[in-house]
């Protein structure tokens, strides 16, 4: 019986230290990989500007630089936040789609889609460095 139980605890123990090794691995990155991401991620962004600045979201010929030059008072730090608009707590993207539809006359856009994926980077690499501050107003 002790035997069974040493056996078990042994292998509990092993597969800890497994589980825990391939955790710490997770975690673990070169130079090269952190310059590939910020690449990509660089890529996205330009990709959102390139949709901010451009009036082909929305029908009526408005862009969202036209509102909001260089995202200039969009404050992605505060969201999740209650947004009057639509009368209850919303995400950024819900907030973008609202704009899309509205002050742009246009169609909401995939909320997981590229597309947004790209404006809502933009935005917040505008306001990289502002502290996160979720429902502020």
Known sequence: ????????????????????????????????DQQRWQEEFMSVVQTGRELWVSPELGANGVACAQCHPNAANTHPETYPKFQQQLGRVIALREMINWCLMNPLEGVPLKLDGPRMVAIEAYVAYERRGVAMAPGKH
């Open 1 to 32: 019986m002790h035997r069974k139980v040493a056996l078990l605890s042994l292998i509990v123990v092993v597969a800890i230290l497994i589980a825990g090794g391939i955790a710490l691995m997770a975690d673990e990155f070169t130079a090269k």
